[in-house]
């Protein structure tokens, strides 16, 4: 199924990615964004906060903005 991700981390960019039926924005975050923590983030599914067991569904806008930004 396919999903909008909208990173807003560095540059940020915006584009449909395809994933697996049933996936949470947990196992999406570990996937788009290895090595980082959650907790540095500010997720939002639909523009609302999520829990991280959240499951995606198709055509869902997720979207992903560092809430510390480095050098600041």
Same mark, same amino acid.
């Given at each position: 199924? @396919?999903? #909008?991700? *909208?990173? !807003? &981390? =560095?540059? =940020?960019?915006?584009?449909?990615?395809?994933?697996?039926? =049933?996936?949470?924005?947990?196992?999406?975050?570990?996937?788009? #964004?290895? !090595?980082?923590?959650?907790? &540095?983030? #500010? *997720? @939002?599914? !639909? @523009?609302?906060?999520?829990?991280?067991?959240?499951? #995606?569904?198709?055509?869902?806008? *997720?979207?992903?903005?560092?809430?510390? *930004?480095? =050098?600041?």
């Amino acid at each position: 199924m @396919r999903v #909008l991700w *909208i990173n !807003n &981390d =560095g540059a =940020g960019f915006a584009d449909y990615v395809e994933v697996a039926p =049933g996936t949470t924005v947990e196992k999406f975050f570990s996937e788009k #964004l290895p !090595n980082r923590a959650a907790s &540095d983030y #500010l *997720i @939002r599914v !639909n @523009r609302q906060p999520v829990a991280k067991d959240q499951a #995606l569904q198709e055509g869902d806008r *997720i979207t992903i903005t560092p809430s510390k *930004i480095e =050098g600041a």
